[in-house]
């Protein structure tokens, strides 16, 4: 199949997109022998794309070599937000054992206090401790609920709870109040959420997003 813009084929692309990844493989090895593990961060970080999940796979080539924990942690977290969809275990472990040395004002920053949070989940079917991405605003995992009744004809939003110090990292880069955990969530159960306050969730979502946007 030949596309119109370019002119080329998909398979002529994929072999100039690999070309171009393993000049890329060169460079973060480069880097890395020569201890600027700040740019290999960066290439990997910045210069690869999420198409194919580039940037999860030279995560998992390179990752071993780094050898500052603080570098790796926050570079496994920024390709996480970048491309989580099917994010391989090996790297969500290996952030998980990284984060006890990661100072929670770093770690945690902008998680609203106490030893214990309760989270949440919008999900297609059933939401499980494995699941990576939860959030601390209910509103926002019943937007993520009613994206999928809307996609897949079925939607739920999940309750659990999870220990501060259990939490491998806290973001809100994308307005979600994400939590990012690794088998450490309890409790987790089904909420009966009714119309209204489905409705209401959503409303108030919607406004979030819209002031953010206009700000």
Known sequence: MI?????????????????QEWEKEILI????????????????????????????????????????????????????INDGYYFP??????????????????RLKGLPEGDVITVWRGTDCQALRTDIS?????KTAVW??????????CGNVWEATIQRDKIIAYTNERGEKEIIQHINVKNVHLLDIGPEEWKRCLEEREKEVTSKTEY
Not at 3 to 15: A, C, S
Not at 40 to 56: F, K, P
Request: some cysteine; overall charge neutral; charged content about 30%.
């Open 3 to 19: 596309n119109e813009d370019t002119g080329i084929t998909w398979d002529e692309y994929l072999e100039i997109f690999k070309k």
């Open 29 to 80: 090895h480069n880097a890395l022998m020569s201890g600027d593990e700040q740019r290999a961060r960066e290439i990997i970080d910045i210069e690869c794309g999420n198409l194919l999940h580039q940037q999860q796979r030279m995560l998992l080539i390179f990752a071993q070599d780094f050898k500052d924990p603080f570098i790796l942690y926050d570079l496994i977290i920024s390709v996480y």
């Open 89 to 106: 275990k090996k790297l969500i472990q290996i952030a998980k054992r990284l984060s006890k040395q990661i100072p929670e004002s770093q």
């Open 134 to 138: 939860w959030t601390t605003d209910k």
């Open 144 to 153: 993520f609920a009613n994206r999928h009744r809307k996609n897949e004809g």
